[in-house]
């Protein structure tokens, strides 16, 4: 019989904390994984004292995840070195932005037969193109990565309501190992091998959810947001095609496709902070530091990506809803002309449409 597998978590925000709650609990009642869990915590002070201590004692984030309580076997540890070098299974929930710093100070000090997972909902760019996240992390690692992405706002995990999640995983065995470390009674897991589109839609659906929030800061209503965002499913399943071949139209109806888009425009902090940018008229970076309490927005930063990506190809007018949100961040284009943006959108322009 092998040994436990041990458990490292990178990353201790609100969706971190969350996670690491059905981590924490789920290692006590599988053989196969190892009691304690190592959560990586980006080393604050709150009020005096460490935020690792007040984990550590206290068995709560008390900035990220308050009135939430930690498992006692999850130990918050600041150093990410320290908590990952003995970790066969490597969970990634950090901010985009942060990851290849983190993955350089990881690589060569970790297991060569470790696997990964990564719950960031992002993606990075270089002269190359867009790269997906969990390319960032194998590539720098030499490990597999497996993604997770689904309709799964952090507080409503913490407060164990019923929700879905997808898990992308190439391989068979790996995909059950970690549907046992995740899923719960209430966060019920769905594996799937078409790994880059499940990643794809957790980045893209960030971009739509600004245009649905610049929507509810117009005050125009539940129609032009529905349109919104079909218009932002169809651009996502659109990229996916150019810019991903293979990826399969089934994985959009999955909990990372339409169902994460839904409850990301109507209930997530892009949205939010979307909302406030046209109503108060200040900027996306202002509102973020006001308004999140020192969380990262993901949807900004992926539109001018996925907008670099698309200018380098020529292809802006292919995808107007995504420019138009792209310009209005930036600050480029009001928010008031991004229905102009798409009034003649290609989907509209078709006139007849065969079944799928």
């Given at each position: 019989?092998?040994?436990?597998?041990?458990?490292?978590?990178?990353?201790?925000?609100?969706w971190?904390?969350?996670?690491?709650?059905i981590?924490?609990?789920?290692?006590?009642?599988?053989?196969?994984?190892?009691?304690?869990?190592?959560?990586?915590?980006?080393?604050?002070?709150?009020?005096g004292?460490?935020?690792t201590?007040?984990?550590?004692s206290?068995?709560?984030?008390?900035?990220?995840?308050?009135?939430?309580?930690?498992?006692?076997?999850?130990?918050?540890?600041?150093?990410?070195?320290?908590?990952?070098?003995?970790?066969d299974?490597?969970?990634f929930?950090?901010?985009?932005?942060?990851?290849?710093?983190?993955?350089?100070?990881?690589?060569?000090?970790?297991?060569?037969?470790?696997?990964?997972?990564?719950l960031?909902k992002?993606?990075?760019?270089?002269?190359?193109?867009?790269?997906?996240?969990?390319?960032?992390?194998?590539?720098?690692?030499?490990i597999?990565?497996s993604?997770?992405?689904?309709?799964?706002l952090?507080?409503?995990?913490?407060?164990?309501?019923?929700?879905?999640?997808?898990?992308?995983?190439?391989?068979?065995?790996?995909?059950?190992?970690?549907?046992?470390?995740?899923?719960?009674?209430?966060?019920?897991?769905v594996?799937?091998?078409?790994?880059?589109?499940?990643?794809?839609?957790?980045?893209?659906?960030n971009?739509?959810?600004?245009?649905?929030?610049?929507?509810?800061g117009?005050?125009?209503?539940?129609?032009?947001?529905?349109?919104?965002?079909?218009?932002?499913?169809?651009?996502?399943?659109?990229?996916?095609?150019?810019?991903?071949?293979?990826?399969?139209l089934?994985?959009?109806?999955?909990?990372?496709?339409?169902?994460?888009?839904?409850?990301?425009?109507?209930?997530?902090?892009?949205?939010?902070?979307?909302?406030?940018?046209?109503?108060t008229?200040?900027?996306?970076?202002?509102?973020?530091a006001?308004?999140?309490n020192?969380?990262?927005?993901?949807?900004?930063?992926?539109?001018?990506?996925?907008?670099?990506?698309?200018?380098?190809?020529?292809?802006e007018d292919?995808?107007?809803?995504?420019?138009?949100?792209?310009?209005?961040?930036?600050?480029?284009?009001?928010?008031?002309?991004?229905?102009?943006?798409?009034?003649?959108?290609p989907?509209?322009?078709?006139?007849?449409?065969?079944?799928?």
């Open positions: 019989m092998s040994a436990p597998k041990k458990v490292s978590i990178i990353g201790s925000g609100n971190g904390s969350a996670i690491a709650k981590v924490g609990n789920n290692v006590n009642h599988f053989d196969a994984f190892d009691k304690q869990v190592k959560m990586y915590v980006y080393e604050e002070v709150i009020d004292q460490k935020l201590e007040i984990i550590n206290q068995h709560e984030n008390v900035k990220y995840l308050p009135g939430h309580k930690i498992p006692p076997n999850v130990v918050a540890v600041s150093d990410v070195v320290e908590a990952t070098k003995d970790a299974i490597l969970i929930v950090v901010p985009h932005q942060f990851v290849k710093k983190l993955v350089q100070l990881m690589s060569g000090n970790i297991k060569s037969t470790a696997i990964g997972i990564s960031i992002g993606v990075d760019y270089n002269e190359g193109g867009i790269q997906l996240i969990s390319k960032v992390i194998g590539d720098a690692l030499n597999e990565i993604v997770l992405m689904g309709a799964n952090a507080p409503e995990v913490a407060d164990e309501k019923f929700c879905e999640t997808t898990i992308g995983c190439r391989s068979k065995e790996d995909g059950k190992l970690l549907k046992d470390l995740i899923q719960s009674h209430n966060f019920r897991v594996v799937v091998d078409d790994v880059e589109t499940v990643e794809m839609c957790g980045a893209l659906k971009v739509v959810a600004c245009g649905a929030g610049f929507v509810d117009l005050g125009l209503g539940d129609n032009t947001k529905a349109a919104v965002i079909r218009l932002g499913l169809m651009e996502m399943i659109k990229f996916a095609e150019v810019f991903y071949s293979g990826s399969k089934s994985t959009f109806f999955e909990s990372c496709g339409v169902a994460d888009l839904i409850t990301t425009c109507y209930g997530g902090r892009n949205r939010k902070v979307s909302e406030a940018f046209v109503r008229g200040k900027s996306i970076e202002v509102l973020e006001e308004m999140l020192g969380q990262k927005l993901q949807g900004p930063e992926t539109a001018v990506e996925v907008n670099n990506m698309l200018k380098a190809r020529g292809m292919r995808f107007p809803l995504f420019t138009a949100i792209h310009h209005i961040c930036v600050g480029e284009i009001p928010a008031s002309q991004m229905v102009d943006c798409i009034r003649n959108h989907e509209h322009i078709l006139t007849w449409k065969s079944g799928l």
